[in-house]
């Protein structure tokens, strides 16, 4: 069954370094998304992606991050100047455009811990 | 800012037993999707529901989606130690590419 892949599993940063997280979506899926989650909190949405460029981003998504699909399997999520409170699992997600509701499907996630 | 409430947040009952988990938003959804999450893995999609009273099963699992689609419950029948583990509602407010709103989760153990 054809699933989404993140990597690493585990990204260990200095805080103020930039960070990179990747994702392989569904391969004829053409939404994407990054969600956080922090430790015992609740899996909250950053930013969803369509068409090249980014459909709706939350208020926790600021001028720290951005997203980029740079080529036509990869899904970037980039923290420009990483800090404490950064540290969580982050989960990239996809999902098919048809009509009607389409469901996402997530990876694995990234835990990223910020030093 | 939507708020999507579950309840109850844990539950542990006896295997074999039966449970319900609820779902509750003062908003109504365009969908409603439940995922399971093990520990240090991210969210299963088990099931979506769309239509406003749509009933859906998953084996011992039956879904049910509110009237007014501003609710839904996981009602598991017979429940085994399998069961075990992180329940999450999510809901989508709009379509297309919106973010989906996750509620805390219900942290179900099934004792043997």
């Known amino acids: 069954e054809p699933e989404v892949t993140q990597t690493p599993s585990h990204q260990v940063t200095q805080m103020g370094q930039e960070v990179i997280l990747r994702c392989v979506p569904i391969s004829n899926h053409l939404y994407f998304y990054w969600y956080r989650q922090i430790l015992g909190q609740k899996v909250e949405f950053l930013v969803s992606f369509y068409n090249n460029e980014i459909s709706e981003k939350s208020e926790i998504f600021d001028d720290q991050f951005s997203v980029e699909r740079p080529d036509g399997s990869n899904f970037t999520l980039k923290i420009r100047s990483t800090k404490l409170e950064d540290s969580a699992m982050y989960f990239c997600?996809?999902?098919?455009?048809?009509?009607?509701?389409?469901?996402?499907?997530f990876g694995d996630g990234t835990r990223l811990s910020i030093l | 800012t939507q708020l999507l409430e579950q309840s109850p947040q844990f539950l542990s009952i006896q295997e074999g037993e039966n449970l319900t988990v609820y779902c509750n938003s003062s908003?109504?959804?365009?969908?409603l999707q439940w995922y399971r999450q093990e520990p240090g893995e991210g969210p299963v999609l088990l099931v979506t529901v769309v239509t406003g009273g749509e009933v859906k099963k998953l084996k011992r699992l039956t879904f049910q989606f509110g009237d007014a689609r501003k609710d839904s419950s996981l009602h598991i029948t017979a429940a085994q130690t399998g069961d075990t583990g992180l329940y999450l509602c999510?809901?989508?407010?709009?379509?297309?590419?919106?973010?989906?709103?996750f509620g805390k989760g219900t942290h179900l153990i099934i004792q043997p």
């Open positions: 908003s109504v959804f365009s969908s």
């Open positions: 997600a996809s999902s098919e455009a048809t009509w009607g509701y389409q469901p996402q499907h």
């Open positions: 999510a809901g989508d407010y709009g379509g297309g590419a919106d973010g989906l709103t």
